[in-house]
């Protein structure tokens, strides 16, 4: 089955500062992968996701990146705000399979 | 707007009890999930549902069971919770996008 990698766990920056998170997958045949956030005490919900046909996707401050053939994506947000902090969660599924596999999770920390 | 309810948002139980966890979702969808969240786990899929009265199990399935007798409700059993069981329970439904409920924290003593 799928096999969803997930770094770094914890994720401390200035505000201001960028931040990115890794997620690496096994199986080559998912072909979608969303990103949640989990703000402390509420649900996940979803940020971004893409699909396997597209390399890379925007949505104002967070992007993003999908490397099909090193089985990575990645979650990148720029000019990081305390709000932001949270915990955030990859996953990859598709290619037959009807069910996602998540990563660990990263926790978000921006300080003031 | 999706919506998806726990039945409850706190739950404290004696070891030995059984548990009935209860989600429902206004969305018609075909399918549902029972997650476990642990601090550093991630979330864990317990069992899923892709039909009325259909599931199958999870990464987790040992010492649940679980109920889809209508399209929008999906419920979670622990048939003799133990301490182990302690956790956050998450309820999700949906096709790609999972729309999840607000959590069930359970304390088993």
């Known amino acids: 089955g799928e096999n969803v990698e997930q770094h770094p766990s914890t994720l401390s920056v200035q505000e201001g500062d960028s931040a990115v998170i890794k997620c690496t997958y096994s199986d080559s045949a998912s072909n979608y992968f969303p990103w949640y956030k989990q703000e402390l005490g509420k649900r996940p919900q979803l940020i971004i996701d893409?699909?396997?046909?597209?390399g890379e996707k925007k949505d104002q401050r967070i992007a993003v990146t999908l490397n099909k053939t090193a089985k990575h994506f990645s979650l990148h947000i720029t000019e990081t705000q305390p709000e932001d902090s949270a915990v955030y969660f990859c996953?990859?599924?598709?290619?037959?399979?009807?069910?996602?596999?998540f990563g660990r999770g990263t926790s978000l920390i921006v300080h003031p | 707007d999706v919506k998806v309810t726990q039945s409850s948002r706190y739950l404290v139980k004696r070891t030995g009890e059984k548990v009935f966890l209860e989600c429902v979702q206004d969305?018609?969808?075909?399918?549902m999930f029972w997650y476990r969240q642990d601090p550093g786990l991630g979330l864990r899929l317990i069992y899923f549902s892709y039909d009325v009265k259909m599931k199958e199990k999870g990464d987790i399935p040992e010492g649940y069971s679980v109920s889809r007798e209508k399209k929008e409700r999906f419920s979670l059993i622990l048939e003799s919770a133990s301490t182990n069981q302690t956790s956050m329970y998450l309820c999700?439904?949906?096709?790609?996008?999972?729309?999840f409920g607000p959590g069930t924290r359970l304390l088993v003593l």
């Open positions: 893409i699909r396997s046909n597209v």
């Open positions: 996953a990859a599924w598709g290619g037959g399979s009807y069910i996602p596999t």
């Open positions: 999700a439904s949906g096709r790609e996008t999972q729309y």
């Open positions: 969305m018609d969808h075909e399918n």
